[in-house]
């Protein structure tokens, strides 16, 4: 592999759409980390909706153009474990029956990586320069975790973050009650959920949530804000950047 | 059992909103969860179990008829008989033609989920039978004329409060006096009653956790003892077992042991475990002189060959559902038949359908969690995936999900006109949402805002703010 490899940044639609400044978290950690990175503009969703609705056709349209999207690249670096895990896991199994993609389809699955791991493990980054003078608790997304094996990198970085403390919750592991379309389908059920992980949440004392999925941060801080529970809420990506500065957390209000 | 899966939604409402039962559920993380975790802790070689027995359930699958035939022949070997039934109606009659011929009037029964799946408490007592549990779980449900809420602890929604209320009053031979301090009053008054009836019963019913075909033998597994009282005392022992709990050899069986209790209670070994091989022979001190097997399809064979073959891998330890986020929030009896939890939503929609079942695959946030404590390392998500699938290819998702879903399909494969609406999108709510940061309504959104504010986005969307970047030159 040649020094700087090229990264084609998978943006992802929610951060598209709700925090691009994630993207740019992950655009700068990238680069620092020593990648090309480019952005296929012909990206758009990795199928989730579709995939876990059932909808296995749309799945398979939308994972055609992923595969034409971000065919020739290195790596392929997404800021969302889930998204990732998607294209990593998911994408091969949608195409597994076509002899003529099935094995462009195991080669894209497996040259794509969730952000904070692709720096640890394959750029071999082990520290950041930030700051950020707050006590963070961090919570494990389900796909990151369980389908990427994402544990102790966010927290190895984090580590090296000038001024930050890290305190352990309760259950870091158990899911938020995010779940895609689950969190709309079943709300008051979804509700619950998200209340035992703000629950254990504040029990930590930690000033600051973060997490490596932005599902689950809307999710999480959605709740927070309806039980007037006062967190910040941040991806993790944007602490690791040190964009947190002129960037309020999830859900505050706008400064001006 | 009669289901009320279609309306999971009313009743986690309701699951949600039960104070006592919210107490209980809280009991799995101490009791299952930590147990389970201590157990697994002393025993490095769990993974490799888990993968020798899998490929175990794996050869089995392919040699059902194979091992079911040689199972079926041992038991007639030993003097047993096998009552092979397609499905439910069949199990029932082939238990009632036992019980008639053995002129039974009371039957004491283990702890069985096939016969909760069976409804046989109520089929029996239709036709002048009177079934006995003796599980003290089932036995305190059988009480309050309530099915069990979880396959290893079927009383585990409910608390003490909930079991003195009950004995005071159905056992009207109990002082005014008598304390229900602590776990073993419930026992010494269960076992009390019980034990008048273990000696009038006629039949004893019991479940299998595994059937051996080379030995014909069935082994349950249990911590009470009831089990062996019920197959022991009474003239006449039926097993009541579903076809996949057949295991080739005893050493498979011992892998599967091994798995069961450490997943389930995390104990090393149940505190009983118990093989029967037909009736009582010429030397033996005690056991029954008849012995029968009703051998039960009811769904499985149907499965045979489909994505959700390895379901019938499951050897019912229920670590699914004690580590289950939605089963720990709304208890089993919200999925509204005989198997809660992530087992259920995969295995329910086969055995009762999905136009019934469609929301229990459904309600589930594909965290994982399930698969990744499953001793059979059973793919639960996946195929609660592939229901969906079923689901929307029979068109059973509400309207409003599936237009909004064609609606994003249409726009996710075209990204220019993508960029465009999510600009749109993210624009107007960032101008009305942005001075709070948050939306507490948002139209068409009411999934979200009833139960949480909608953070308000940026603003640009990343693209747009990419191009602007791109063309100042900053980046
Ligand atoms: S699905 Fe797996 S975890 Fe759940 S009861 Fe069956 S064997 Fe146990």
Redesign the interface.
């Known amino acids: 592999m040649a020094s700087s490899p090229r990264v084609a940044l998978f943006v992802t639609c929610l951060v598209d759409m709700h925090r691009p400044s994630i993207g740019f978290a992950a655009l700068k950690l990238l680069k620092q980390a020593g990648c090309t990175v480019e952005i296929p503009r012909a990206q758009t969703c990795c199928g989730q909706p579709a995939y876990n609705a059932g909808d296995r056709a749309t799945a398979r349209a939308l994972a055609l153009s992923i595969l034409d999207a971000f065919a020739g690249y290195d790596y392929i670096v997404a800021p969302s474990g889930s998204c990732a895990g998607m294209i990593r896991h998911h994408l091969p199994a949608l195409i597994e029956n076509d002899p003529n993609l099935a094995a462009r389809a195991r080669e894209l699955g497996a040259k794509t990586y969730e952000l904070v791991s692709f720096l640890t493990d394959v750029m071999g980054v082990t520290s950041v320069s930030a700051r950020l003078e707050e006590t963070v608790t961090y919570h494990d997304s389900c796909s990151g975790l369980r389908e990427l094996g994402i544990h102790d990198q966010p927290r190895a970085l984090l580590g090296t973050v000038t001024g930050l403390s890290i305190k352990e919750m309760a259950d870091p592991d158990v899911c938020c009650g995010f779940g895609g379309t689950f969190c709309v389908k079943y709300p008051e059920v979804s509700a619950r959920m998200a209340k035992d992980k703000i629950d254990d949440i504040a029990s930590t004392g930690a000033t600051t949530v973060l997490a490596g999925d932005l599902g689950c941060l809307l999710n999480i801080a959605g709740r927070a804000s309806r039980e007037n529970v006062p967190v910040m809420v941040r991806h993790v990506a944007e602490v690791l950047a040190d964009m947190t500065t002129d960037l309020p957390p999830i859900g505050a209000p706008r400064q001006s | 059992m009669r289901p009320t899966s279609s309306a999971f939604?009313a009743n986690?409402?309701k699951a949600?909103a039960d104070a006592g039962l919210q107490k209980a559920l809280a009991r799995s993380?101490t009791n299952w969860q930590a147990r389970r975790a201590a157990a697994l802790a002393g025993l490095p070689e769990f993974e490799a179990l888990r993968d020798a027995g899998r490929s175990i359930k794996r050869h089995v699958m392919s040699n059902l008829d194979f091992y079911l035939e040689e199972y079926a022949g041992r038991v007639e070997q030993a003097g047993g008989q096998v009552h092979w039934c397609a499905t439910a109606d069949e199990a029932r009659e082939a238990v009632l033609r036992i019980c008639r011929q053995a002129e039974a009037r009371t039957v004491t029964k283990g702890k069985s989920m096939v016969s909760e799946e069976l409804g046989l408490n109520e089929y029996l007592e239709e036709h002048g039978i009177v079934p006995v549990e003796t599980d003290l779980g089932e036995y305190i449900l059988q009480l309050r004329n309530e099915p069990p809420s979880h396959i290893t602890g079927p009383a585990f929604h409910l608390n003490r409060e909930d079991w003195e209320e009950s004995f005071r009053e159905h056992h009207t031979h109990l002082a005014a006096d008598r304390v229900f301090a602590e776990r073993k009053d419930i026992v010494a008054e269960a076992r009390g009653v019980l034990r008048d009836r273990f000696t009038i019963a006629d039949v004893g019913i019991t479940g299998a956790n595994f059937l051996i075909a080379e030995t014909g033998s069935s082994v349950i597994v249990t911590n009470e003892g009831n089990g062996d009282l019920t197959q022991t005392l009474p003239k006449v022992h039926i097993v009541l077992a579903t076809i996949e709990k057949v295991v080739p050899t005893l050493e498979d069986c011992a892998t599967f042991l091994r798995l069961l209790a450490r997943s389930a209670t995390g104990q090393d070994i149940s505190v009983y475990t118990t093989f029967s091989t037909g009736p009582r022979r010429a030397p033996d001190l005690d056991g029954p002189s008849e012995y029968h097997v009703v051998l039960v399809d009811n769904g499985r064979s149907s499965m045979l060959g489909t994505d959700f073959q390895e379901m019938l891998h499951c050897i019912r330890c229920a670590a699914c559902m004690n580590h289950c986020?939605?089963y720990s929030?709304?208890g089993g009896h919200a999925y509204g038949w005989v198997y809660p939890g992530p087992l259920g939503a995969v295995l329910d929609p086969a055995l009762i359908g999905l136009d019934e079942a469609k929301h229990l695959p459904?309600?589930?946030?594909?965290?994982?969690?399930c698969?990744?404590v499953c001793p059979m390392k059973i793919p639960l998500p996946k195929m609660m995936?592939h229901?969906?699938?079923?689901?929307?290819?029979r068109q059973l998702?509400p309207p409003v999900?599936r237009s909004m879903?064609r609606l994003?399909?249409f726009?996710?494969?075209r990204?220019a006109l993508?960029r465009l609406g999510?600009r749109i999108?993210?624009r107007m709510m960032a101008i009305f949402g942005?001075?709070?940061?948050?939306f507490?309504r948002l139209p068409l959104?009411s999934?979200?805002t009833?139960?949480?504010?909608?953070?308000?986005?940026?603003g640009?969307?990343?693209?747009a703010?990419?191009a602007r970047e791109e063309r100042a030159g900053r980046?």
């Open positions: 939604i986690a409402h949600i993380k986020p939605v929030v709304v459904a309600a589930s946030t594909f965290c994982g969690k698969e990744s995936r229901w969906r699938e079923r689901a929307f290819e998702n999900e879903l994003w399909a726009l996710a494969q990204p993508y999510t999108a993210a942005g001075k709070n940061g948050k507490s959104a999934g979200w009833d139960a949480r504010d909608m953070p308000a986005p940026e640009d969307t990343f693209f703010r990419y980046i």
